[in-house]
T-cell receptor, first 112, second 116 residues
């Protein structure tokens, strides 16, 4: 799996968009970008994933650069409940089981 | 929305005792996993399970550990002869296959295991 680089921490004002960057310059053509988050004392929560097109769901948007070497997770209107550690993970889909390898992620603090 | 449920939320056990952590994966999922997170550290993969057998395990998952799907709904992690260093949050996850095999894993909220 490709290595990812994320800033260790970020702050965002409540109600503003939170833009969380991830660098994955060694990504290969068939690797997907996944985002998870872990709110304190809870299990990791799946947010969104994509291959090369931008993706949007009810939680967030994922913007992947054209060369696929970096991506940005966007929380459009951050709330205090979005305070969490956000993990960017790149991996090849295997058709079934495959472990998720978590790094240290970005600790997002949403400020009132 | 369907979710992975884990019981108990907190388990306190004496060192040397056996403990069983229980999980109910999402009902139509076929792939099951256990992870653990020692306080202040990363989430670490332990084992994956498919078609009633282990498909991959990490170095952490030694002979002390075992997994089982005793019926159509539960997935368990057994730790024999617990040690102090087994104290951690244990997370169960499940996933399904899909076109391209890119379906994400969904995690439960974990069991906090405290070994005394």
């Amino acid at each position: 799996d490709a290595k990812t680089t994320q800033p260790p921490s970020m702050d965002c004002a409540e109600g503003r968009a939170a833009n969380l960057p991830c660098n994955h310059s060694t990504i290969s053509g068939n690797e997907y970008v996944y985002w998870y988050r872990q709110i304190h004392s809870q299990g990791p929560q799946y947010i969104i994933h994509g291959l090369k097109n931008n993706e949007t769901n009810e939680m967030a948007s994922l913007i992947i650069t054209e060369d696929r070497k970096s991506s940005t997770l966007i929380l459009p209107h951050a709330t205090l409940r979005d305070t969490a550690v956000y993990y960017c993970i790149v991996r090849v889909p295997s058709g079934g089981y495959q472990k998720v390898t978590f790094g240290t992620g970005t600790k997002l603090q949403v400020i009132p | 929305e369907p979710e992975v449920t884990q019981t108990p939320s907190h388990q306190v056990t004496q060192m040397g005792q056996e403990v069983i952590l229980r999980c109910v994966p999402i009902s139509n999922h076929l792939y099951f996993y256990w992870y653990r997170q020692i306080l202040g550290q990363k989430v670490e993969f332990l084992v994956s399970f498919y078609n009633n057998e282990i498909s991959e395990k990490s170095e952490i998952f030694d002979d002390q550990f075992s997994v089982e799907r005793p019926d159509g709904s539960n997935f368990t992690l057994k730790i024999r002869s617990t040690k102090l260093e087994d104290s951690a949050m244990y997370f169960c996850a499940s996933s399904n296959t899909g076109p391209g095999g890119n379906q994400p894993q969904h995690f439960g909220d974990g069991t906090r295991l405290s070994i005394l």
